[in-house]
């Protein structure tokens, strides 16, 4: 009976010590907080403010800004001399003052006006002015490509000459330029037309100036003895200086002078004229000048340019038979 009891209280010490190992590890678990409830924002009411006018400072004078320097008045250009007698040129002394006037040739004077005739001459000088030097290499003139690049058969690749063609890399130029003549040829008698009408243009615009000789300094030939002479006549603007033959002096003085050119009676060209706004001609070359204007080339003056001047003015023999060109 004893045991029975024993057994009985068992059980019921288990289940009691369950029960207070079930309750002590729910005491141990911490309880779950609740959220907090968020937090209420304080709106501030818009309160009216009230600005005060700020105080208007004094305004600084600006210091007065120097006036910009007055702009110097264009100088006026200054005429050239003219002579009242229709058909007469002023004529320059030595120093470079007027000594008076001079009658100019008749072939000088009286070019006719034919427009077609000077456009062609002036259209023919600048062709051949045109040096044509301009060339490519074709593939007989490329370096290299004389050994065929690989055999003809079995490489599986495509027959191939020479790497110089034209369709390879480094090769030659097909149609490329290869140099060519601009030389083109006008007659004899339009070329001197053309120059008698150019000339006679500037003769009748008061152009066209005559001197005596011009004056050098211990007979050294200097840029601004040019450039003082010029000075005195007004403004020239281009000046062409037309002498009868080779003039060292002044060609050495006119050298370093901007816009000047010295020119001989065998090298002027028509186009020499219509470049330059002014020419000043010495006075033993105005009968070469009329000279060139007859048939025969051969009536030019004496101390007209040979043949070596002619060459050096980019200017052959067969225009030098036709009395020099124009």
Do not use: C
């Not at 219509?274 to 105005?286: G, N, Y």
């Amino acid at each position: 009976m004893a045991a029975k009891k024993d057994e009985t209280k068992k059980p019921a010490a288990a289940s009691a010590a369950k029960g207070t190992g079930a309750a002590g590890a729910e005491k141990k678990r911490p309880a779950a907080k609740k959220p907090a409830a968020p937090a209420k924002r304080a709106v501030p009411r818009p309160a009216k403010r009230v600005v005060a006018p700020a105080a208007e400072k004094p305004r600084e004078e600006k210091p007065a800004v120097a006036a910009a320097p007055a702009a110097k008045p264009k100088a006026e250009p200054r005429p050239l001399p003219t002579s009242p007698v229709a058909g007469e040129v002023v004529l320059i002394a030595g120093d470079g003052s007027v000594s008076g006037s001079l009658p100019l040739p008749a072939a000088l004077t009286d070019g006719k006006t034919r427009a077609g005739v000077l456009y062609q001459a002036l259209d023919v000088a600048l062709s051949n002015a045109h040096l044509g030097t301009s060339a490519t290499k074709n593939r007989a003139r490329v370096a290299g490509g004389g050994a065929k690049p690989w055999r003809q058969k079995g490489t599986g690749r495509a027959r191939q000459g020479s790497t110089r063609a034209p369709h390879w890399r480094h090769g030659g130029v097909v149609f490329g330029p290869n140099g060519r003549s601009y030389q083109r040829r006008i007659p004899g008698k339009m070329r001197r037309e053309a120059f008698a009408e150019a000339f006679a243009a500037r003769a009748g615009a008061g152009r066209v100036l005559v001197y005596e000789d011009m004056r050098f300094e211990d007979d050294r030939p200097r840029t601004r003895t040019v450039v003082d002479f010029l000075g005195k006549l007004g403004d020239t603007g281009k000046t062409l200086f037309v002498t009868p033959d080779i003039d060292e002096r002044t060609a050495r003085a006119a050298a370093n002078a901007q816009h000047v050119a010295v020119r001989s009676v065998g090298a002027l060209r028509t186009v020499d004229v219509l470049r330059h706004d002014t020419l000043v001609v010495r006075r033993d070359a105005l009968d070469a000048l009329a000279s060139r204007m007859t048939l025969d080339g051969s009536e030019r003056g004496a101390g007209s340019a040979g043949p070596s001047e002619l060459e050096g003015a980019g200017v052959g023999p067969r225009e030098e038979r036709h009395g020099g060109g124009s």
